[in-house]
């Protein structure tokens, strides 16, 4: 669960948060740190050296089937994606899953990935960078993803001052 379970998906808002995130603090150094609302304890943020990956959206639990919830999920992306290329241009593509085979099979990925999958945003990113003016240099990224059918999906954006490329696959990939 995250801070944002029960709020309803808010285009303009959404693409403002993710824009604010160009001038968010980054650690230079240290361990990832995730932070939990003080209260419930739900997912707020994540930092590590680098970047800060946060929840955007998350959807509720009366979502109905499935399928049909991942697909309202994927639009809402898709509408976040097509305002923010109007901000940034063009997206490309980031295949969150490799690290995810990295990871169940034991090799380490990148903190940013693995911070990612331990708050289970397990969709692909769609990504800018390195993107001008605030936060020059910066990367930025969106999914929406969920580790399971049971689990809600979750909406995240991550900004990191380096570029964000997924890891080599396995070698038997």
Do not use: N
């Not at 993710?18 to 609302?37: F, K, N, Q, R, S």
């Not at 305002?83 to 090799?107: D, F, N, S, Y």
């Not at 990612?116 to 993803?145: F, I, K, T, Y």
């Amino acid at each position: 669960m995250t801070v944002r379970a029960g709020r309803p998906f808010d285009l303009a808002r959404t693409a403002a948060e993710v824009a604010a995130l160009l001038t968010a603090p980054l650690p230079a150094a240290g361990p990832t740190v995730a932070e939990g609302d003080p209260d419930t304890g739900e997912w707020r943020a994540t930092a590590g050296e680098g970047f800060r990956a946060v929840p955007l959206w998350e959807s509720g639990d009366d979502e109905g089937d499935p399928d049909e919830a991942e697909e309202a999920a994927e639009a809402l992306l898709d509408a976040l994606v097509a305002e923010l290329e109007t901000r940034w241009g063009p997206h490309h593509r980031v295949a969150v899953h490799v690290a995810l085979l990295l990871k169940q099979e034991g090799t380490p990925v990148p903190p940013l990935f693995d911070a990612l999958l331990d708050e289970d945003c397990c969709g692909d990113l769609g990504a800018w960078g390195p993107l001008p003016g605030p936060g020059e240099g910066r990367w930025v990224g969106v999914s929406v993803g969920r580790s399971d059918g049971d689990a809600p999906l979750v909406m995240a954006a991550v900004v990191s001052d380096r570029p964000i490329t997924a890891p080599p696959p396995p070698a038997w990939l």
